[in-house]
């Protein structure tokens, strides 16, 4: 335990970011906890090296810096044990290897970020694990796909690019009631506004690279697990010999101070642009699950406590050449992937490898980002972008 004892358990969230990975008496005061760099660890003698009787005994078991991070997830998690992944996608492909052997089978959510998808297709595939996808919308339904060999849920919620909201709780228990362990993907929500572990979830998966991390420099995932299922996962990690480094360790417990409100300020942009958003004539569609409108919304409500920077626009009619005229007339929306950042950013999302929650049909899907611009300033390029659709048209 490295958090003050007296730390406040019924804190708010920002206060609880803000004292969270501390341990300024262990560190001579100093606010932070140190960066450590190494490799080797000494031990005073052979006893204590045979007794592993030390705290720390080889930096890929871990270092005061990962522990700080690990026990600052836990505490915003609620979960037993966290482990640390150098990218978001190696804490979706590490649990996963964990739970699963050949000739198991594993259900997948179809929403799913498509490089998880990906991973199951080839990786898990060639494991001899027998793949499959289920519609986010299948319910109780999910009941009559589990079979004896099934080991894993895979959920994530709301989905990727398309936001399709799940009961979580039900689908944890229905993995549960088969002998399955569930997982989901909580990226979007961060558990400043989602805590699965509190929905029957049994690992909670991060790309740290997201809104903890915050500015776009770097690439880390984190599982955080609940007891029955901590040991199987930390093990994993040490037989693959995969940590984080310390420079990026550091620089997300710096992210974390501020995700708090950092996220506030993306929640309140993203929903001022997505009621503005559902009045324009060139959108045919705004998927945000905090919308009224949107089909996920009531199940949104009632399990998340708060909504990201992160939703899509259906566009009205057109194809690759309409969503390429919006982007190409953004200037402040920058062009690439991942999100989470303090930037804002737009790419169309590529639905094509979906098999059951299908692309809409209005026309192209657009994914936006929104960051911490001011908002007036977005709107304005967000209308040149329609602008440029709306010339197409002439
Ligand atoms: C970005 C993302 C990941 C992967 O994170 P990386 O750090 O980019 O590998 C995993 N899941 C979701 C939902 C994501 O958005």
Known sequence: MTHDDDRPTSAGHNTRLVRSGANPRGFHGFVNPPVYHGSTVLFPDTATMRSRGQKYTYALRGTPTTDALEEALDGLEGSAGTILLPSGLAAVTVPLLAFLSAGDHVLIVDSVYTPTRRFADSVLTRMGVAVEYFDPAVGEGLASLMRPETRVVFL???????????????????????????????????????????????????????????????????????AATYDRLRDTQMALGINVAPDDTSLVLRGLKTMGIRLERHQESALQLAHWLEGCDEVARVLHPALPSFSGHALWKSQFSGSSGLFSIVLRGGGMTEAAAFLDALKLFGLGYSWGGF??????????DRILAKAPSEGPVIRLQIGLEDVADLRADIENGLAAVNRLKD
């Open 156 to 226: 994530e919620a709301p989905g990727s690019n398309t936001f399709e909201m799940m009961d979580i709780r039900a689908a944890s228990g229905i993995a549960h009631a088969g002998g399955a362990v569930a997982m989901l993907d909580n990226t979007w929500a961060t558990p400043l506004y989602f805590r699965p572990l509190e929905h029957g979830v049994d690992l909670s998966i991060h790309a740290l690279t997201k809104y903890p991390g915050g500015h776009s420099d770097l690439l880390m995932g984190s599982v955080s697990a609940n």
């Open 343 to 352: 930037e804002s950013l737009a790419v169309v999302a590529d639905l094509s």
